[in-house]
């Protein structure tokens, strides 16, 4: 065990910063739809987490699209740019929550999204420089739940997993971050709730607003009990 000490807190972005899962649910449904796709109810739970080489093999292999992966990802990927065009859909509060942790901790960001979409996002809110990294998980092995994403993140931080505070929402978000070693905050999407992994987060809060320097002690100390 590391000790007590907190290093860090790595954010995931889309349902914790931003809200976009909903806006990769719509433009995949409907690029499967148009293109003779078979999609299924369960095929946005699916891919939640999913690295973009990941999502975009199984819209090819499972949902049935025609074209290539790297076609899929890049089109999906386009429209997506074009809903961030005039500002990214930022969850109420995010931003604050950004600056509290910032002026506490180190911060970092381990996500699914694209490395652009990333950059768009953070460019936007004017936080590149802020963040002391930022991981896209098409950038290590294998997307979430894998460890992949967050211990890069840790690692380009330079400091140890057992020492980071992740904050998520989604099943294969907080199995990632637990399976990283880090304590976890999750913050549950209602739209798509996290299920039976909820239960593996170490702290639950209802919005990110409440997202303070005594939420994420809590969580850390939650782990060495």
Known sequence: MAGWQIEAVIFDMDGILIDSEHVWDEIRESLAKERGGRWHDGAQRAMMGMSSPEWSAYMHDVIGLQETPQEINDEVVRQMLERYAVSPPWIDGAREAIERMAGVWTI??????????????????????????????????????????????????????????????????????????????????????????????????????????????????????
């Open 108 to 225: 970092g960001l381990a996500s699914s999204s694209n490395r652009e979409l990333i950059d768009r996002v953070l460019e936007a809110g004017g936080y590149t420089e802020l963040f002391g990294a930022a991981v896209s998980s098409e950038e290590v092995a294998g997307g979430k739940p894998r460890p992949d994403v967050y211990l890069e993140a840790a690692r380009r931080l330079g400091v140890d997993p057992e020492n980071c505070v992740a904050v998520e929402d989604s099943h294969n978000g907080i199995r990632s971050a637990k399976a990283a070693g880090m304590a976890c905050i999750a913050i549950p999407n209602p739209m798509f709730p996290p299920g039976d992994a909820l239960a593996e987060a170490d702290l639950v809060l209802d919005s990110i607003t409440a997202l303070n320097e005594a939420a994420v002690r809590a969580a850390r100390i939650s782990t060495l009990v």
